[in-house]
């Protein structure tokens, strides 16, 4: 009988625990053709640099939402990420992500731009091209 009460005893001890992910990188995204142009919607990302992200496979997305304000020439981006994590005392093997929530800015007129959480600062001009689709501050 001892042997079967030690693994539910493990058994119940398991549940999830929920986490807050802490959000470290912010992106202004290119359109299709890899440009941000003028007078057209823009997206960005608040999200978590994948070089910082090694989490458990087992991790459960619980809620993520994302909001940008305009004021003047500056874009002021909050957002949140936050995820269950079911046994984290177990030994799985982890695997590398990068989390991301993305929203929508108003269509920008040609200028010079700042991309701002609060903590971060990305600076920016439309039009121009982007490489690789995006332009990041970590």
Excluded: K
């Excluded at 619980?62 to 005392?89: K, M, N, Y």
């Excluded at 010079?112 to 689709?133: I, K, N, Q, W």
């Amino acid at each position: 009988m001892g042997r079967l009460v030690l693994p539910l005893v493990a058994l119940l001890a398991c549940g999830p625990v929920r986490e807050e992910l802490t959000l470290d990188q912010i992106c202004v995204m290119a359109n299709g053709d890899g440009a941000l142009v003028a007078d057209q919607p823009m997206r960005v990302t608040i999200g978590v640099s994948s070089l910082r992200t090694c989490r458990r496979p087992c991790d459960t997305l619980v809620a993520s939402a994302c909001s940008v304000r305009r004021e003047g020439r500056t874009l002021h981006l909050q957002g949140h990420i936050t995820v269950d994590v079911d046994c984290p005392s177990g030994d799985l093997v982890t695997t590398c992500s990068e989390p991301i929530v993305e929203c929508t800015a108003e269509p920008l007129p040609e200028g010079d731009y700042v991309l701002t959480d609060g903590t971060r600062e990305l600076r920016f001009h439309v039009p121009s091209a982007l490489p690789r689709y995006a332009s990041c501050s970590s």
